[in-house]
């Protein structure tokens, strides 16, 4: 249902993104068409995704390193629970006060300002680049989109008007036309003028056009597609976790183009995407998907990375009867959140209780480690998995000499490294994000005649920006880890690679390939309810998800939906593999043991097969 015209800055076209004249009020969606934008770059039509520029951006930047205390430091015990040791909390309440704009997020390396989008990628290439993909306003690898010529732009200059008149746009910029020529202007009113709603109650007197209008619900052109499907997209587009946001929103935008290609996810109504960055902070991400919900509009949430930040939102998802599908958390912990066979979470990547498994028999087997230190996060990816890698390894016959709980976005992590080193490992197992285990491993070095030992990382190190933390090559070189496999040798991930290729110029990011079949199997299931209904959405995602059924996969959406719309079912076969979900809404996988060399970057030096997990 359209949202009506509730007063000045609510009628449904235009968000801030589209950067509306100057005293001008904005409203909730963006505007249909094609028109440029402030900055210079194209608005998207409808029913394409958009960063959701929520009050949580007005003060966005890099995420603050956290200030609390250190986390308990123990060897053998059960440690602190997911929340402690975690001292920062948002600077604000993530809600704006009085009449502020929605802004985009600004990201690190930028300017505020939103007439020059850029970055500084201090890791790789520069904006745009195909390596990060990060452009303003939508995070493409393809920068910025012009307007053509022949397009109205509202960034032009107001060209002077008489007394009493509206300006106009000034007819010398390109594109310049009247303002009252643009279909909606009213959408996009200056200030003085009266709510669109009153401004039409002028010039329409019979019943016929009163009811006319009750039918269009506020400010709606006569003709106007069907509302979008909405669906929220929560990620981490800043702060700890900002090295997978890129890829996550490229991702997600993929499937997007797909299915609106092929006609939209319902008769007549294409998908939009809602994207909001969760800041790589669990509070924030509980309140991006409360505003999806709420105030957008969204049906679903696909989300988050973090599995703190998805246990955040899935108390959200879980209270409004909303199917939530994670890409990457890996937490045990999720399992649990929810009972067997009556769950609204869901993911496409297998539980860590698996993984660690896997990093155990890697270190006992594989390197000959006998004395095994363990350091993880103190949250709740960390938690579970450094208790399981411990009780794995002393299964196996090994000793394990000492467990470190750590916090993430510390300056330093020389106390916790100076322990474990007194411990005198010869094997350190290594859980955190890139950022935190970089530190840990550039501060393990630092120390002087600091031993060698072998080290174990786990599946969100297998990434670039883990490697440019530590920022001495020779420091990871033969670092190894674990991780499910996200990109196998499959006729479906080669479908989902080229295309990604095509569509942004770069390969895709670690975790692309689970990121691909959460977006779609939520579509999918949407499809197959026919409604957006969140108990209906919910029923079908098994069953498009699970046998039996005819075999789709990425680049195939379009048909799968059609065969949906025409009574069959479907089971969706993933990029990243099988997604057949179990009755705790989880999904098994390979998993490969991995390594670091500067010649070679990362590479495979075995896999792991889900029977060969016990």
């Known amino acids: 249902m359209a949202h009506g015209c509730r007063g000045l800055g609510h009628c449904p076209r235009y968000t801030d993104a589209l950067g509306c004249p100057r005293g001008v009020a904005v409203g909730r969606g963006r505007r249909i068409g094609g028109r440029a934008s402030a900055d210079g770059n194209r608005a998207r039509p409808r029913g394409r995704s958009r960063i959701d520029g929520g009050r949580e951006y007005d003060r966005v930047g890099a995420y603050p390193a956290r200030e609390g205390a250190r986390a308990t430091r123990h060897a053998g015990s059960t440690g602190r629970d997911a929340g402690g040791g975690r001292g920062h909390r948002p600077r604000d309440s993530g809600r704006s006060t009085g009449g502020s704009r929605r802004a985009f997020p600004t990201l690190p390396g930028q300017a505020a300002a939103p007439s020059a989008p850029g970055s500084d990628d201090s890791h790789g290439p520069g904006p745009g680049s195909p390596r990060h993909g990060l452009s303003q306003p939508r995070f493409h690898a393809l920068g910025q989109r012009l307007p053509r010529q022949s397009e109205s732009r509202l960034d032009a200059p107001l060209a002077e008007a008489p007394p009493g008149r509206k300006p106009r746009l ?61 669906v929220g997209v929560v990620t981490s587009i800043t702060g700890e976790l900002v090295s997978f946001g890129a890829g996550q929103v490229n991702t997600a935008e993929l499937v997007e183009q797909e299915v609106n290609a092929a006609g939209g996810v319902l008769p007549g109504r294409e998908l939009e995407l809602l994207i909001a960055d969760d800041h790589s902070d669990p509070e924030m991400g509980r309140a991006a998907a409360t505003r999806l919900i709420d105030d957008e509009g969204a049906v679903a949430i696909v989300g988050a990375f973090a599995s703190g930040i998805s246990v955040a939102i899935s108390e959200v998802t879980l209270e409004r009867g909303v199917t939530q599908v994670s890409c990457c958390s890996t937490s045990d912990r999720l399992t649990d959140i929810q009972a067997e066979g009556d769950r609204y979470f869901f993911r496409t990547v297998p539980p860590d209780g698996l993984q660690a498994i896997v990093l155990a ?147 895709p990011a670690v975790f692309s390939g689970p990121e691909f079949d959460a977006v779609s199997l939520t579509i999918l299931a949407i499809a197959r309810a026919g409604t957006t209904d969140g108990l209906a959405i919910r029923d079908s995602l098994s069953q498009v998800a699970n046998p039996p059924g005819r075999v789709f996969g990425p680049g195939e959406l379009g048909a799968a939906m059609a065969v949906l719309r025409a009574g069959g079912e479907i089971n969706y076969e993933g990029a990243a593999g099988p997604v057949d979900l179990d009755g705790f809404g989880n999904v098994v996988s390979q998993y490969e043991i991995w390594q670091w060399t500067e010649a070679d970057g990362f590479t495979t030096l075995r896999v792991v097969e889900p029977h060969e997990i016990r």
């Not at 005649?449 to 786990?458: K, L």
């Not at 933390?469 to 499910?484: D, H, K, L, M, Y």
């Open 170 to 230: 000034d007819p010398r910029q390109p594109g310049g036309r009247p303002l009252d020529d643009l279909p909606g202007h009213r959408s996009c009113r200056r200030d003085d003028n009266p709510p669109c709603g009153a401004q039409m109650t002028r010039r329409l007197s019979t019943p016929a056009t009163w009811l006319a209008l009750l039918t269009l619900l506020g400010c709606n052109d006569v003709g106007e597609t069907p509302e979008p499907v909405r």
């Open 361 to 507: 028999g890697a270190a006992h087997g594989d390197f000959g480690c006998t004395n095994l230190a363990v350091m993880h996060l103190d949250n709740a990816y960390g938690m579970p998995f450094g208790e399981a890698i411990e009780t794995n390894f002393r299964e196996l016959g090994g000793t394990v000499a000492i467990r470190v709980a750590f916090a993430d976005g510390l300056a330093s992590y020389v106390p916790e490294v100076m322990e474990v080193q007194a411990a005198a490992p010869d094997c350190v197992a290594l859980v955190g994000y890139p950022e935190s285990a970089g530190r840990i491993v550039r501060d393990w070095n630092g120390v002087r005649d600091a031993p060698a030992v072998r080290w174990i990382g786990a599946d969100a190190m297998k990434i670039n920006a883990f490697i440019d933390e530590v920022a001495n090559p020779a420091q990871t070189e033969g670092f190894t880890g674990t991780s499910p496999i996200t990109a196998p040798m499959t006729r479906s991930y080669a479908t989902f690679e080229t295309n990604y290729r095509a569509t942004f110029g770069a390969s």
